[in-house]
Nanobody, 132 residues
Framework: QVQLVESGGGSVQTGGSLTLSCVAS????????MTWFRQAPGKQREGVAT??????????ADSDSVKGRFTISQDNAKNTVYLQIISLNPEDTAMYYC???????????????????????WGQGTQVTVSS
């Protein structure tokens, strides 16, 4: 059973930045999709970024609200995936979740980010609140 633990959320002002962390235990093999989702109050959950642990290939949601501000990365030695968010604005206020699933390719991860495939493991989430 894989456990995912997110951290790094908090309350920030508009324009600030945060780096969220997701630690996986046990360590995942190098053929997993690690994806960050977020869910704002009253809204559907949306995938924002994904990384294929084999090779570190990344993909981001094709959304103006995400492009250029979100960066996903991994540190295999620490079994950790990060999500850096810059230029935060109140629309980024949400619970951010880390999810994992075994996958054959970065393309699979991209489709999983959009919900075409399910993620097997989910963390409990970390809250990000942005004030104006």
């Amino acid at each position: 059973q894989v456990q995912l633990v997110e951290s790094g959320g908090g309350s920030v002002q508009t324009g600030g930045s945060l780096t969220l962390s997701c630690v996986a235990s046990p360590a995942l093999p190098h053929n997993y999709c690690m994806t960050w989702f977020r869910q704002a109050p009253g809204k559907q959950r949306e995938g924002v970024a994904t990384i294929y642990t084999s090779g570190g290939f990344t993909n981001y949601a094709d959304s103006d609200s995400v492009k250029g501000r979100f960066t996903i990365s991994q540190d295999n030695a620490k079994n950790t995936v990060y999500l850096q968010i810059i230029s935060l604005n109140p629309e980024d206020t949400a619970m951010y979740y880390c999810a994992a699933s075994e996958g054959p390719s970065a393309g699979y991860c991209y489709r999983a980010m959009y919900g075409i495939y399910d993620h097997n493991y989910w963390g409990q989430g970390t809250q990000v609140t942005v004030s104006s």
